[in-house]
């Protein structure tokens, strides 16, 4: 090769051969992170393996489909032994309960709904760990998400992965810019059954592991027993009270509820109730009183939301434009306005009322054309409902 000859640009974006690149791969010992390192592996790339222990094992080092405990960083390293390459696992404890499980336990005594996988992603994974990676002196930080890193007219974008039941693009909607144009995400243009067929080439031991279902530190989905055992003391009992002030029942901490929970209430009906009321819903928590609020369906209807410490990833400030709103992680990107801003939030009008939009969770804009396109998001801090505004 002369000077004049270029340099060909490997899979990964960078202008040098594979064998001179070296990638971090954040294995969590799941079938997705696994694929990953192998596939680079093959490719050629100098291959370094991190796992990141992040929580005290305790009852859920056995539990399935929680990631991150103690079987799945023995299936990292077998894994990484498998494809012989180097392998640490790094202590993250400490900094992964005051970045998220602090946080988490707060905003439930808040009366929201937290999503502590963003706040692992923002901030343990995407700054913590990708400076490790930058320390190891790597090109490059690969995970095993379903996104796609696409460079458009010179410009980086994050899409949504091309297998929309695996899509998760909502929990990175934080990842900023600088972090997007060190991080790469091999697997976003591929289907999950691909991935497997791939784990199964590669003879990996966790080929047919399930996926992870639950909050790594959450096992068997019990968040109010988490919190307890983050703030004692904290939980107080209260009242569940309809909104016509009828008193339905009593209830041992709002950290057992979200806003539009219908099932497990403990409550009874009430006397003079309407016929075709139909089910009872939560409507709204007030933290500060101890009280849950119930109420038909259509009180849940919600038509603005207000969203705070917004991430973008594509430059606007054309407010009034169409967007689409992702408003939870299990639901459908909705039709939407991008209003304006005032007091530091983004004031976002759905065109259709939604039902059981939660304060904690995450708002995520796309693109109304090119709705694989992700614009940013932030947290949803303000929904009124139509039981408030009707209050």
């Known amino acids: 090769m002369t000077a004049d000859t270029p340099t060909e640009i490997n899979s990964l974006g960078f202008a040098k051969p594979a064998a001179e690149t070296r990638v971090v791969v954040a294995m969590s010992g799941g079938v ?21 222990q992040l929580y005290d094992h305790g009852v859920a080092i056995d ?64 700054k913590d760990l990708l400076k490790m990676a930058q320390d190891l002196n790597a090109d490059c930080l690969a995970t095993g998400h379903y996104v796609r890193r696409v460079e458009e007219g010179g ?133 500060s009183a101890h009280r849950v609020i119930v109420g038909p369906k259509e009180a849940l209807a919600v038509e603005d939301v207000y969203l705070s410490d917004c991430n973008w990833l594509v430059d606007t400030d054309d407010f009034g434009q169409s967007v689409m709103i992702r408003l939870r992680n299990t639901g459908h990107p909705v039709s939407g306005t991008l209003v304006g801003q005032s007091d530091g939030l983004i004031h976002l009008r759905l065109d259709t009322p939604q039902y059981g939009v939660a304060c904690g969770q995450a708002g995520v804009l796309y693109d109304a054309t090119d709705t694989s396109l992700v614009y940013g998001g932030g947290w949803i801090t303000h929904a009124p409902t139509m039981a408030e505004t009707s209050a």
């Open 155 to 287: 410009q980086l974008q994050l899409k949504k992965g091309v297998d929309e039941g695996k899509d998760q693009s909502y929990f990175l909607f934080a990842t900023t810019p600088e972090q997007l144009a060190y991080v790469r995400f091999p697997l976003g243009g591929m289907t999950k059954d691909v991935t497997r067929e791939l784990a199964r080439k590669y003879d990996l031991v966790v080929s047919d592991k399930p996926d992870s279902q639950d909050i790594c530190f959450v096992p068997n989905g019990r968040y109010g027993d988490v919190v307890r055992r983050l703030r004692p003391g904290a939980v107080d009992e209260g009242e569940i009270v309809h909104l016509d002030g009828t008193v339905l029942g009593h209830h041992k901490g709002v950290i057992d509820y979200t806003i539009g929970q219908r099932r497990g209430l403990g409550i009874g009906g009430r006397k003079d109730a309407p016929e075709d009321e139909g089910p009872l819903y939560v409507v709204a928590i007030d933290a």
């Open 63 to 126: 539990v399935k489909g929680a990631c991150c405990a103690g079987a799945d960083i023995h299936d990292a390293r077998t894994v990484a032994a498998r494809l012989d390459i180097p392998h640490y696992v790094l202590d993250y404890e400490s900094l992964f309960k005051n970045q998220v499980m602090e946080e988490f336990a707060d905003s439930y005594l808040k009366g929201h709904t937290p999503i502590p996988c963003v706040r692992c992603n923002q901030t343990v994974k995407f």
């Open 32 to 52: 997705d992170s696994s694929v990953v390192a192998a596939m680079l592996k093959d490719e050629g790339y100098e291959v370094i393996g991190i796992t990141m």
